[in-house]
């Protein structure tokens, strides 16, 4: 268990936004707008990013229930924001 007493389990609903910020950024590696983490390198690859994007929109869609009206924006515009790029991405 945990050395330390009385330590609280950790919500789902903090890793859920914790793997959402990871996938997310992800996503954004993959379309080429940011460079990758481990390598440096800026590296483009529509599916890998589409997939980030379809995994970073379903967990949203299970967080989103949960958040306050300013968390939901915010969640909400993520993935607006990366759908768009990725359109963006995907035509040019």
Known sequence: MSDQPNAEPIPV?????????????????????????????????????????DACSQLADLLIPHLDDEDKRQMQNLVRDLRVNYVEKSQG
């Open 13 to 53: 609903g903090h890793v859920l936004a914790m793997m959402i910020d990871q996938v997310s950024d992800l996503g954004w590696q993959r379309m080429g707008l940011r460079a990758d983490m481990m390598t440096g390198k800026i590296e483009k690859d529509l599916d890998q990013a589409k997939l980030a994007i």
